[in-house]
């Protein structure tokens, strides 16, 4: 594409979006009072085969597994259309990938798409799903895959047969219940050293072994592991737990791994095989356990039960009420790109046989992003009301600042209302940061598919699911 044809597509795309636009769900529906409810659980195996990709093809590939990767969630029955809910091991679903295991899982579920969340937790030893990007290194002939094709196929047939079992299976749904819990010594703001004039300056990774670093306060987090449980009467047949942090003790061997965050869930679901226990990761995109873990493989445990303990604890306090309304809504939007993305200088990039693996990979990812929005396909925003509960459902590494303005504009409408954020939805944007730390630099700007305006974009798409705006 050439210089001029590039600046029309960055023009239309900005003019379509109004630099920041939203589309609004015509399948938005009034809360409506809770029916025959219905819960049908699945879950699959989503382990990739050795040999496979990991986080994009520019870390180890598999080589052996420590324990396995699942694909866990249910659908609900009874509230118009099915509506389905599921959590990823993977580190991510972008753009065409995404898209695809909604339609999967919608089919299975016999609902359409719009209806269908899919949140990965994030894990690093995993794969990172691009279907865009795959095409891309693969006319290069020279680079890792991004995704093995036939495996992502694979996962996709389990999906569905995993959904079709789960329907045959599905329990009635009487009450629900909320529930948070502290989680000590865990999550800690990534962009906390800066200079003088607030730039970031150094940063504390997933692992840290800058005990300078690690001596800096934990910064902006959201401390509480939320939970929120359905129930059958007395029984509680499943159990959402929401936390936000980079879910990686240390990553980048080759060992598949769901690492601490899984082996928590793991636990807790060998303790209660009659629920179903999903784990979601929050807005994490700005942190990690940095400040608590030194990448030493000892602290996995640690942190394992950390989480566990979280659980635990968030579990103590849950008090199921009866159901009594619930509505799903989704809000489209298509952000402006960054206008220092150029197709022309990254397809160089990528072709430069010169550049490390890393720099080529990653440079499909953006170029995969940018031919996303030149088709218009939007990006899905979406949230499931029970009573006033609300799990909104989030894209990509959005920033921890996402998550706690959703909760205090909640509170400030309504005290009692209690919101649940999962991200890692769709990947395609990467970093979602918010608008005061693009100034700022870091890692995680430097990597921001969207332009800064996405702020506006995300927070209002946000007011509308929890009707505030």
């Not at 999906?159 to 079709?164: G, L, S």
């Not at 940063?203 to 987090?221: F, V, Y």
């Not at 402006?336 to 200088?345: K, N, Q, Y």
């Not at 990467?430 to 005061?436: D, K, L, T």
């Amino acid at each position: 594409m050439s210089a001029s044809s590039r600046r029309t597509f960055l023009h239309q795309t900005l003019a379509a979006s109004a630099a920041w636009s939203l589309l609004a769900d015509p399948l938005g529906a009034a809360q409506q009072p809770a029916g025959a409810l219905h819960l049908a659980p699945f879950r699959f195996d989503v382990t990739p085969p050795q040999g496979h990709s990991l986080c994009g093809g520019w870390i180890k590939p598999v080589v052996d597994v420590d324990d396995t990767l699942e694909a866990i969630g249910f659908v609900l029955l009874g509230a118009g259309e099915p509506i389905v809910l599921c959590a990823v091991d993977w580190t991510g679903l972008l753009n065409d990938a995404h898209v695809q295991w909604r339609a999967a899982l919608a089919e299975a579920a016999g609902t359409t798409p719009e209806r269908v969340a899919v949140q990965c937790v994030h894990q690093h030893n995993a794969p990172f799903a691009c279907l865009g990007a795959e095409q891309i290194v693969l006319a290069q002939g020279d680079l890792p895959h991004i995704v093995d094709l036939d495996f992502y196929q694979r996962c996709l047939d389990r999906a569905r047969a995993a959904v079709q079992t789960g329907l045959k299976q599905a329990r009635p749904v009487t009450a629900i219940a909320h529930g948070q819990a502290k989680v000590h010594q865990v999550a800690s703001n990534r962009r906390v050293a800066r200079t003088a004039d607030g730039k970031v300056s150094k940063m504390r990774g997933s692992s840290c072994r800058d005990e300078a670093l690690r001596a800096l306060p934990e910064g902006t987090i959201d401390p509480y592991l939320k939970t929120v449980a359905f129930y059958d009467n007395d029984m509680k047949i499943a159990a959402c737990h929401y936390y936000a942090t980079h879910p990686m003790s240390y990553y980048g061997d080759g060992r598949v791994t769901s690492d601490f965050v899984g082996l928590a869930r793991k636990q807790r679901q060998r303790e209660e095989p009659d629920c179903q226990h999903v784990y979601f990761t929050g807005c994490a995109g700005n942190i990690s356990a940095g400040k608590y873990n030194d990448g030493s493989q000892p602290v996995r445990a640690i942190l394992a039960r950390k989480i566990y303990d979280g659980i635990v604890a968030a579990d103590k306090t849950l008090q199921p009420k009866p159901v009594e309304t619930i509505r799903w809504d989704t809000v489209g939007m298509v952000p402006a790109p960054r206008d220092t993305l150029s197709i022309a200088a990254l397809e160089k990039q990528i072709s430069d046989k010169s550049n490390s693996v890393v720099n080529r990979n990653r440079p499909a990812y953006m170029l995969s992003w940018l031919q996303r929005l030149q088709r218009g396909t939007p990006i899905e925003l979406s949230a499931l009301d029970i009573n006033k509960i609300s799990l909104l459902h989030l894209p990509a590494e959005s920033f921890i600042e996402y998550q706690l303005r959703a909760q205090a504009v909640a509170r400030e409408h309504d005290p009692q209302r209690f919101v649940a954020t999962a991200a890692y939805g769709d990947g395609g944007p990467w970093y979602i940061p918010v608008a005061e730390e693009y100034p700022a630099g870091g890692y995680e700007v430097s990597v921001a598919f969207c332009d800064p305006k996405i702020d506006s974009v995300l927070s209002a798409g946000m007011r509308k699911l929890l009707k505030l705006a």
